[in-house]
């Protein structure tokens, strides 16, 4: 068994044989359930996943997640800010997709820093420009990835891969549909 950047590069080559015979496989959904907790914050919890058809409810709480916004921004600053969840979002993707990329490839990884920054605007979300849009502005990443049997060139072929895997990234960069219901 070959385990590289510590992912199992047999389990890796094994499920994407069984992705590739079975693309049912492949269709998951995650899920959080939260609720208000006052002002900006929100109490949330990791809900069932489903994968393939088959529902998992093993993480239903496992998880528990709070966020609000700093007092600046009408918050408490009591957790982490929505917006940087976000960045945690992208950059957990990242790390994720780089290292089992890298394992596919045979690159053994020494360290990966990832520094991210998000621009926004609030006069969108205040309503004050309607011009403005809401969301963030620009998102930049920087990656310092330490792997001594890689050239630059590879690692930039890497990080170039990351990028058009990156299924969060993927999600910040095309239009995705957002259904809101209320119950």
Known sequence: MSVINEIDVQALQDT????????????????????????????????ATTQGG?????????????????????????A????EYLLQALAGCYTATLAALAAAQDIELKSVRLELEGDVDFRGFLGTDASVRPGLQQVRVRLDVEAPDAGR???EELVALVEQR????????????VVTTLA
């Open 54 to 78: 088959v529902r998992d409810e093993s993480r239903v709480a496992k998880f528990e997640m709070s966020s609000d916004e700093p007092a600046r921004l009408l918050g408490t600053d009591t």
């Open 16 to 47: 994407t044989a069984a992705v590739r015979a079975n693309p049912a496989l492949a269709q998951a959904t995650v899920s959080v359930d939260g609720s208000w907790q006052g002002g900006c914050r929100l109490a949330a919890q990791t809900g």
């Open 153 to 155: 060139e590879q690692l």
């Open 80 to 83: 982490v800010s929505p917006g």
């Open 166 to 177: 990156s299924p969060i990234r993927d999600t910040l960069i095309r239009p995705v549909d």
